[in-house]
């Protein structure tokens, strides 16, 4: 049996939505990523979504929308991946990296209050692995100090806390649909808000600072425009909004099925000596865009010797994350004291993210199982 860390869904009717957006006039800024925008904020409850060329964009966007600018500083999970960070960097800020929680892997925020000051302009709230955030300790955090919450959402389509969907519970929330994600447009991400202000901002800069689209020029009966900012080219296609739009479609299906692949992974796991299943809480669900477990000192190999294991048996598992205090040029860069992250640094040694993916069989979870 071959079981890679992760397969993508793609059904007949996925490949038949892109085949239609290929044959239409606009191939870019037409009326799939419209009609893929409002399905998502039906489907979240927010008023506002941006589809995105990659939620890495999607985060600069958020950052630019805010007004971040050299010498201010964002607070972030160090156990991330390194968009979350890189963001930051794109807007001259200072990613400022905190400790997460050593059983939800979620930022912690006594640690995030410790470091806010004067230059603090925003927080960004990973919801890792598909569990939200302690939102609630993080909302208060942000309007004691004013200072807005960006919800890194890449594996969060689906996520709620207290009955919230992740995404809409901070100023910005922001989806990756990177093929490993719980939806995928091969490369794509969405910005959601309620707030217009930031709304039109983030529009105005995803698509060069231009303030009218060559659509709406064209229904104009004008060719001229304006660029009032500096902008990018952020945007998300007509090809890979419409398979986003398809997908989206399936979401509670996706969902439903990682949820029930992780309970027999959990069942199965629950009892092997050394290993920790993922952590529930009580106020939130989990959606299990990643199967994270811990091996310990009373397992008898060692994480990197379980993952060569699991890769001689064609078994595919990835280490999610390496945290970005070790990162090369993370390190040099701020010189971080490795002493600052105790719960990331066991993080490293111990996690281990298994295979889950919506079409995952239970023969192939049962195979992963017996390997371990
Ligand atoms: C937590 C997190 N943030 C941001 C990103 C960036 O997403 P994208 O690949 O869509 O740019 C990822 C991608 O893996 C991620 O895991």
Redesign the pocket.
Known sequence: MKIPFFKPWITKDDENAVIHALRQRWLTNGPNLEKFEKRFSVSLSSKYSLGVS????G?HLCLASLDINPGDEVILPTF??S??ADAVEYCGGKPIFVDVDDETFNIIPTKVKEKINKKTKAIIA?HYGGQSCDMNELLNISKKASIPIIE?C??ALGSLYNSKKCGTIGSLGCF???PT?IITTG???MVTTNNYTLYKKIKTLRSHGMNILPSDREKNASWEYDITELGFNYRLDEIRSALGFSQLKRLNEINKRRISIAKIYSKLLKNVKGISIPLIKKDRNHIFHLYPIKIDDNYHLTRDQLFQKLYSKHIGTSVQYKPLHLMSYYQKKYRLKKSDFPNANLLEKQILCLPIFPTMTRKEIDYVVSKI
């Open positions: 990659a939620a890495t964009h985060l991330t991946f968009a979350t990973v890194d890449a594996h990756s649909f990177y994600k490369e794509g991400g």
